[in-house]
């Protein structure tokens, strides 16, 4: 049986933090305390409190639901001036680089508030391109000596002593192979820097569109680079999303928000899914993501008979493809036992609402849900 009360609680902290952490964020000590005594809570009501409904329905409008945009925009912000502030100090130090944000808020599918930031930091110049050039024109030779895997090992060195010393009061922690995390000290947010080169595919040498463009990340410890598409994902989930209204980001959302919802030993498993899986899961449901905004408790039914169809057959499952077409997305066991998990889990959260809905049939009915308007 689920407990909708406690995961409106959950819901709740992810999005805007604990109620005693805004309190003392938007008072000073003496009277936070007091505000904390008398159960006093600050955080502003969202709209899927403020419904009319059953709080199963209110738990699932608001998993769907994005974060507040001012909270996302502090997120932005934060790596923004991490970034920034690295790059100025890595250009003093030679090192031509630039930035770009990738990740769960570049798409906006994050579900805390206070979430995690991921900023690439990519060389500039010379960049490593895929061969042969359609034209060779628009490559002049590297006028640094050095190779590109040897910049962007000096790019990750020069990072990790630059960052503690621009951001003294910051823990940075730097034994992360991919990237280097900040948190705490001034930071309103954890930020994540992942160095990295650009990687010009010969589709993006055809367009020069950024989305066609690869990176290749820096594994420090293996001493090597990992090819990655990411604004392709993010421009392929974009363009969907777009097609359908808002729903594919939806789905993801509530995807996201019901591992987060998981006792610890199963979540340990569904993680195995990835954010980066659980939104191609989501591309591939196609017109199933047909849905008016005010009918999206439907999108938990439509969900959980994808994730079914998913899991019963091997041959299906292997027909779908991350975004970016670079590997499917059930590539090993693991993420078929997380997808036993998580369509368990669709199931219970379906049943459950229908439930709420319709508290004197026992037969679980699917159009119960898809014709749901909530207004």
Request: with cysteine.
């Amino acid at each position: 049986m689920i407990n909708f009360e406690n995961r409106l609680k959950s819901l709740k902290e992810r999005r805007q933090g604990s109620r005693e952490r805004a309190i003392y964020e938007s008072m000073e000590s003496l009277s936070a305390n007091n505000a904390v005594l008398r159960g006093v809570d600050v955080r502003k009501s969202e709209g899927y409190e403020k419904l009319k409904e059953p709080v199963g329905v209110q738990y699932a409008i608001g998993a769907m639901a994005p974060v507040d945009p001012k909270s996302t925009e502090v997120s932005i912000n934060e790596g923004n001036r991490v970034a920034d502030s690295l790059i100025k100090s890595l250009n003093n130090r030679g090192e031509d680089v630039t930035k770009r944000l990738q990740g769960s808020v570049a798409l906006d599918i994050h579900i805390k508030g206070h979430s995690d930031v991921d900023m690439l930091i990519v060389v500039n110049n010379p960049v490593n391109y895929e061969t042969p050039a359609v034209s060779t024109s628009n490559y002049t030779p590297a006028k640094d000596p050095r190779s590109l895997i040897n910049i962007i090992r000096d790019v990750r060195n020069k990072s990790e002593v630059i960052l503690p010393a621009n951001f003294p009061a910051t823990d940075v922690d730097c034994k992360g192979n991919k990237s280097i995390a900040l948190s705490g000290g001034s930071l309103a947010r954890k930020v994540d820097i992942v160095p990295a080169i650009w990687f010009d595919s010969i589709k993006y040498q055809k367009s020069w569109n950024e989305c066609d463009r690869g990176i290749k990340i820096y594994h420090k410890d293996n001493h090597e680079f990992i090819l990655n598409y990411p604004f392709t994902h993010i421009k392929k989930v974009n363009d969907r999303d777009s097609a359908y209204a808002g729903n594919l980001k939806c789905v993801v959302r509530l995807l996201k928000n019901m591992v987060a919802d998981m006792p610890e030993n199963k979540k340990r498993i569904a993680k195995k899914l990835s954010s980066y899986d659980l939104a191609s899961i989501a591309y591939h449901m196609g017109d199933s993501l047909t849905m008016p905004s005010y009918m999206r408790l439907g999108l938990i039914e439509k969900t959980r008979s994808h994730l079914s169809s998913l899991m019963q057959s091997k041959a299906y499952r292997d027909l779908f493809f991350v975004p970016d077409e670079s590997r499917k997305i059930f590539d090993n066991d693991d993420k078929v036992a997380a997808l036993e998990i998580l369509t368990n889990e669709c199931t219970d959260l379906a049943k459950a609402i229908f439930k709420e809905l319709r508290p004197y049939l026992t037969n679980y009915d699917s159009s119960v849900l898809v014709n749901k308007a909530v207004m």
